[in-house]
């Protein structure tokens, strides 16, 4: 005689397996946000590289912050927010916010730490199911806002470079801006 195999109403054959399949669309959905932001991330590390001789000096006016100014500025951003939101991923605060860093290596190791504080403390705290401290009424908006600011002020780093005289082509910048959003893994 055969026998039935039944499951408790509550459960699903993955489940039987040991097999829990009821968040993987959501865990999906969190990966392709976290790659937006370290898509983000390497957007900026990107122009920095990109950044012609003289280039961390430049503004867009007089009285506006440099080039190197911004991208410590993003940095302190990053931190603070994740100091108020999700202590636990702090890092040291900077002491200042708008700092004239002439090393392109430093300001890179800045920029990835920062990223990979913010990403861990959204990461966490979406998984766990854990609102943020403060701001935000859901672990993402901090992704997106820091993804708007950070855009922001990509786009006040190029007019600086134009205002400088020293623009980058789309052909410079598509491959290294518009084309790490667009690629395909």
Do not use: C
Request: net charge negative; aromatic share 6%; no cysteine.
């Amino acid at each position: 005689m055969a026998r039935e195999f039944l499951l408790k109403p509550s459960q699903s054959s993955h489940q039987q397996m040991g097999i829990d399949m009821s968040d993987a669309p959501d865990q999906r959905l969190l990966e392709a946000l976290l790659d937006s932001w370290d898509r983000n991330n390497t957007i900026l590390l990107n122009l920095l590289r990109a950044l012609p001789e003289g280039g961390l000096a430049a503004s867009a006016m007089e009285g506006s912050p440099s080039i190197a100014e911004l991208l410590t500025h993003i940095h302190y951003v990053r931190l603070v927010f994740v100091f108020e939101d999700a202590p636990e991923f702090a890092r040291d605060l900077p002491e200042k916010e708008w700092v004239v860093e002439r090393d392109r290596g430093r300001i890179a190791q800045m920029l990835n730490d920062s990223a990979q504080a913010v990403r861990d403390a959204v990461k966490s705290r979406v998984e766990a199911g854990r609102d943020m401290n403060l701001h935000y009424d859901h672990p993402i908006l901090l992704l997106q806002h820091m993804i708007w600011h950070e855009g922001y002020h990509h786009g006040q780093m190029k007019l600086a470079l134009k205002v400088a005289g020293r623009p980058m082509t789309d052909e410079e910048a598509g491959p290294v801006t518009w084309g790490v959003w667009m690629r395909k893994k």
